[in-house]
């Protein structure tokens, strides 16, 4: 296979041009100034030329440095490109084309490592470099601009990125970095009376970090690879995913809410978000509630559900104060039609932590949850003043919480907050609160059990009985019956 030049590019310097017998098989000339003539048929005059001496020109006229305009196959002029042609003779049709900083393939397939490529680029071997996807694969953010330098304000960046992400779904990947953002992100456009036009939309970091003390002693927190930080207002959203929409996943990102001067209030806040996915997230120095899953308890045209059937998992904060918390689940109020609650969730592996002793958990308007392997702090219930039977028919599944029995008294509800089992480790006092119900780990049972079934207990040595735990949990009372049938009770120690 000969390899035709199109017009040489001259060297630098020379005067003259190249001189040819006719238009396909020019001689050597030397390197052209500004190209004074060019040989019949051969390329247009080049520019002058930086360095070098002549060069042949088989199959095209000599032309100057750069070869002026485009030399083509035939050796005509163009504008300011070189052209590589690749025949069996002399002449063929232009295959690799460069203008200016850029070159491009006509056609056909490129191989490196393999004489046959199937596709348009094929790769026989290990290729380094890197990639930043604008809307292949996914949507790299640093494609669209973000720095990840922690100087930058990469708002709008990363917004554009996230926005980029076709209404039918994709992935918006942030690599690691320093993100500095100034205001809301935002992951959807639904409204109280309009689904989200966009759904299935992942925005995916490279990691989360922790903020576990059991991991890190020395600091009690590690920001992860990919960390957004907060540089906005006071009391500020870091990210807000927008519903009614569904299918989202949010991972692998650490929000420092107060990278600046002010803290955000909550790193994620989740409006009617269904079917959805959260994990590996890890918030610090917030001042209010860390992640918040809500929805609307209006009528939306086409939602039949509310904040339903959703995973949070692996999610973790570490907040500073008093007014800092973990997670806030469900509306305020159930309004009407009173349907569309934030229901069907499952929490698994989460820890919550505070500093002062802050709420961990708020449970509003929610049912039919379940908490496993979640270290939440404070449990505080919190019923909508119009529906007091709300939260009901949540259970948490060996999980450390601390039941705040001065909170929820006006639930009403029937189906209570189960706890299998309720942790006494750290010395909590028996739940007294009315919406709570299950047994610790210790074995006494709590709440309204009278559905559990016991088997009768004979007790036949004399002197015996039956130990109960006190109903405020400061003591316990062995009860006896003598032979007359009469019964006594008599503190002992608690077993």
């Given at each position: 296979?000969?390899?035709?030049?199109?017009?040489?590019?001259?060297?630098?310097?020379?005067?003259?041009?190249?001189?040819?017998?006719?238009?396909?098989?020019?001689?050597?000339?030397?390197?052209?100034?500004?190209?004074?003539?060019?040989?019949?048929?051969?390329?247009?005059?080049?520019?002058?030329?930086?360095?070098?001496?002549?060069?042949?020109?088989?199959?095209?006229?000599?032309?100057?440095?750069?070869?002026?305009?485009?030399?083509?196959?035939?050796?005509?002029?163009?504008?300011?490109?070189?052209?590589?042609?690749?025949?069996?003779?002399?002449?063929?049709?232009?295959?690799?084309?460069?203008?200016?900083?850029?070159?491009?393939?006509?056609?056909?397939?490129?191989?490196?490592?393999?004489?046959?490529?199937?596709?348009?680029?094929?790769?026989?071997?290990?290729?380094?470099?890197?990639?930043?996807?604008?809307?292949?694969?996914?949507?790299?953010?640093?494609?669209?601009?973000?720095?990840?330098?922690?100087?930058?304000?990469?708002?709008?960046?990363?917004?554009?990125?996230?926005?980029?992400?076709?209404?039918?779904?994709?992935?918006?990947?942030?690599?690691?970095?320093?993100?500095?953002?100034?205001?809301?992100?935002?992951?959807?456009?639904?409204?109280?009376?309009?689904?989200?036009?966009?759904?299935?939309?992942?925005?995916?970091?490279?990691?989360?970090?922790?903020?576990?003390?059991?991991?890190?002693?020395?600091?009690?927190r590690e920001r992860g690879a990919t960390n957004l930080l907060w540089y906005g207002a006071a009391a500020g959203v870091m990210l807000d995913v927008r519903g009614p929409i569904s299918n989202?996943?949010?991972?692998?990102?650490?929000?420092?809410?107060?990278?600046?001067?002010?803290?955000?209030?909550?790193?994620?806040?989740?409006?009617?978000?269904?079917?959805?996915?959260?994990?590996?997230?890890?918030?610090?120095?917030?001042?209010?509630?860390s992640f918040i899953n809500t929805a609307y308890t209006n009528t939306i045209s086409g939602v039949v559900d509310g904040g339903n059937n959703n995973v949070w998992e692996a999610i973790s904060?570490?907040?500073?104060?008093?007014?800092?918390?973990?997670?806030?689940?469900?509306?305020?109020?159930?309004?009407?039609?009173?349907?569309?609650?934030?229901?069907?969730?499952?929490?698994?592996?989460?820890?919550?932590?505070?500093?002062?002793?802050?709420?961990?958990?708020?449970?509003?308007?929610?049912?039919?949850?379940?908490?496993?392997?979640?270290?939440?702090?404070?449990?505080?219930?919190?019923?909508?003043?119009?529906?007091?039977?709300?939260?009901?028919?949540?259970?948490?599944?060996?999980?450390?919480?601390?039941?705040?029995?001065?909170?929820?008294?006006?639930?009403?509800?029937?189906?209570?907050?189960?706890?299998?089992?309720?942790?006494?480790?750290?010395?909590?006092?028996?739940?007294?609160?009315?919406?709570?119900?299950?047994?610790?780990?210790?074995?006494?049972?709590?709440?309204?059990?009278?559905?559990?079934?016991?088997?009768?207990?004979?007790?036949?040595?004399?002197?015996?009985?039956?130990?109960?735990?006190?109903?405020?949990?400061?003591?316990?009372?062995?009860?006896?019956?003598?032979?007359?049938?009469?019964?006594?009770?008599?503190?002992?120690?608690?077993?």
């Open positions: 296979m000969a390899e035709d030049w199109a017009g040489n590019v001259g060297g630098g310097g020379g005067s003259g041009a190249g001189t040819a017998a006719n238009g396909n098989n020019g001689t050597s000339g030397a390197g052209g100034g500004a190209g004074a003539s060019a040989p019949a048929g051969g390329g247009a005059g080049g520019n002058a030329g930086s360095s070098g001496g002549a060069g042949s020109a088989p199959g095209g006229g000599a032309g100057g440095a750069n070869c002026g305009g485009a030399c083509n196959s035939n050796g005509t002029g163009g504008a300011g490109e070189v052209v590589i042609t690749y025949s069996t003779g002399g002449g063929g049709s232009p295959q690799w084309t460069t203008s200016g900083s850029n070159i491009y393939y006509n056609s056909g397939n490129v191989g490196i490592g393999t004489a046959s490529p199937s596709t348009l680029l094929e790769v026989n071997g290990i290729a380094r470099g890197r990639v930043q996807d604008k809307g292949g694969e996914l949507f790299n953010c640093k494609a669209y601009g973000a720095v990840g330098d922690g100087t930058t304000d990469d708002t709008s960046t990363i917004q554009s990125c996230i926005n980029a992400v076709p209404a039918t779904g994709g992935i918006a990947f942030l690599p690691a970095g320093l993100y500095k953002i100034t205001s809301t992100l935002t992951i959807g456009d639904g409204t109280s009376s309009t689904r989200s036009a966009s759904n299935y939309i992942t925005f995916t970091g490279a990691g989360g970090g922790s903020t576990d003390a059991e991991f890190f002693p020395a600091s009690g989202v996943i949010v991972e692998k990102i650490f929000f420092d809410a107060k990278g600046g001067t002010n803290a955000a209030s909550t790193a994620l806040r989740t409006t009617h978000a269904m079917r959805s996915t959260f994990r590996q997230l890890e918030v610090e120095h917030h001042t209010g509630f904060s570490l907040s500073a104060g008093t007014g800092g918390g973990g997670i806030q689940i469900g509306p305020a109020t159930a309004g009407s039609p009173g349907s569309l609650d934030v229901a069907q969730n499952t929490y698994i592996n989460c820890k919550f932590f505070n500093d002062a002793g802050g709420k961990g958990i708020e449970l509003r308007y929610t049912d039919a949850s379940a908490f496993i392997n979640v270290t939440g702090g404070s449990l505080v219930v919190s019923p909508p003043s119009d529906n007091t039977a709300f939260p009901g028919g949540i259970a948490f599944y060996n999980s450390a919480v601390n039941i705040d029995n001065t909170s929820g008294a006006s639930w009403t509800g029937t189906t209570p907050i189960n706890f299998y089992p309720y942790p006494m480790g750290e010395g909590p006092p028996v739940p007294t609160a009315v919406w709570a119900r299950g047994v610790t780990d210790t074995g006494i049972w709590f709440g309204n059990t009278a559905n559990k079934n016991i088997n009768d207990v004979a007790i036949t040595t004399s002197g015996k009985g039956v130990v109960i735990k006190d109903s405020d949990g400061a003591g316990c009372h062995r009860v006896t019956v003598n032979t007359a049938g009469t019964i006594s009770a008599a503190s002992v120690t608690c077993p």
